[in-house]
């Protein structure tokens, strides 16, 4: 089988998915920009060749190395970074040298959050109520029908980078005369918890790997730079699988990693946000590992060559991210936390630059059969002084 891993550099902790296919006899082509002298050594050993593109974003540079390997090597049988800002470009690739996964035709319901909601629609859901708006009078028009606050984030984005609460008729005007040239979404605001649906499914589009996870509104984190901290559950709620898996089957998704988001309504209600064709970011890939004792990059390797998920899923633990900030000061160092919390306490570590804006500049993983105790540890790494 020969694999292309693109920026198989980036993000570092990715870097067990090249190593396990590996194991399992995959020829790992690499193709990226970083030069080969700068690929950690354990990188380097993971791949059969490695093709270096000066820019990555040209997508004639990228055509050259698959037509090199496929001079090379023969058929590519799989391309994929698991990474949101290549999506399209694996797509693209995959359209070009018919190679199996997502693809060009299947990016705009991917990528695009107005094209979500239809496919939420398809799903049986109720998606949030809103539209793409160009002009200011469609704007006018839209706050009249749902009224304010108003959630504006771009039709075509990640997390919630350039996402803006809206609040009034003034609000409005000022956001559309210093808009971004890129259309814009703008929704009725949602009040409640983010939950989600995360998992992996198998060549045949069966769901062999899920997980669920909390978290608060990471709009307030990224704008604010608070702190910040999000908790893998033990258990998965039925209305949020029942919704996850209607999505996973109207997307047809097979041999893919998911991360579905939704909002708990204070009243109990589940409303779609957004989906994600990827593993969660930061560092949740590892935490699904600690959360159930498994090798999730293992089975991925697993279900690619084999279409096999071996491992035992039974959620042992409940499982969070704790992220900290250098510019807010702490009650506790983190000697202080690694003393009280020894057994709990499964990472900590400096965030990758291209993650802090979201998750911290500092973080910890924290793991307990007991949630409540999680939630503890999470208030007692991020207590300030």
Request: charged share 25%; glycine share 6%.
């Amino acid at each position: 089988m020969n694999f292309i891993a693109f920026s198989p550099h980036y993000p570092p902790n990715y870097l067990p998915f090249w190593v396990n296919l590996r194991r399992f006899g995959v020829n790992v082509l690499g193709l990226g920009d970083s030069p080969w002298d700068a690929l950690r050594p354990e990188v380097r050993s993971a791949l059969s060749e490695y093709y270096h593109v000066w820019n990555a974003q040209d997508y004639d540079q990228l055509i050259r190395a698959v037509g090199y390997f496929t001079y090379r090597y023969g058929k590519i049988d799989r391309l994929e970074s698991h990474n949101e800002f290549w999506l399209e470009s694996d797509a693209r690739l995959r359209t070009d040298f018919n190679i199996r996964g997502l693809h060009s035709e299947q990016i705009p319901a991917i990528k695009r959050k107005s094209e979500m909601k239809k496919m939420f629609a398809k799903a049986g859901l109720q998606p949030i109520r809103g539209r793409v708006c160009h002009t200011l009078q469609e704007a006018h028009a839209l706050a009249d029908e749902l009224g304010f606050p108003l959630i504006a984030k771009p039709d075509i984005g990640v997390g919630a980078f350039q996402t803006y609460r809206l609040q009034s008729r003034r609000d409005l005007e000022d956001f559309f005369a210093r808009k971004p040239l890129v259309e814009y979404l703008l929704e009725e605001q949602i009040e409640g918890e983010i939950v989600t649906f995360d998992g992996l499914t198998n060549q045949n589009g069966k769901i062999v790997f899920s997980s669920s996870m909390r978290y608060g509104s990471v709009m307030d984190i990224v704008n604010n730079q608070t702190s910040f901290w999000y908790l893998i559950t033990r258990q998965i709620e039925p209305d949020v699988e029942t919704a996850g898996r209607k999505i996973v089957s109207v997307y047809r998704l097979q041999e893919r990693f998911f991360h579905f988001e939704f909002f708990r309504t204070p009243d109990g209600g589940l409303r779609p946000l957004e989906v994600n064709m990827r593993p969660p970011g930061g560092l949740t890939t590892d935490m699904f590992n600690f959360a159930n004792d498994i090798d999730v990059f293992y089975e991925y390797a697993n279900v690619v060559v084999n279409n096999r998920f071996d491992a035992q899923v039974t959620r042992p633990y409940a499982c969070a991210y704790v992220g900290r900030r250098n510019a807010i000061t702490y009650r506790r160092s983190v000697q202080e936390i690694l003393s009280a919390f020894p057994q709990q306490t499964v990472y900590h570590g400096v965030i990758d630059g291209a993650f802090a804006a979201a998750i911290g500049d500092y973080g910890f993983i924290v793991r307990s059969p007991y949630e409540e105790e999680v939630v503890e540890i999470a208030s007692f790494i991020i207590e300030p002084a």
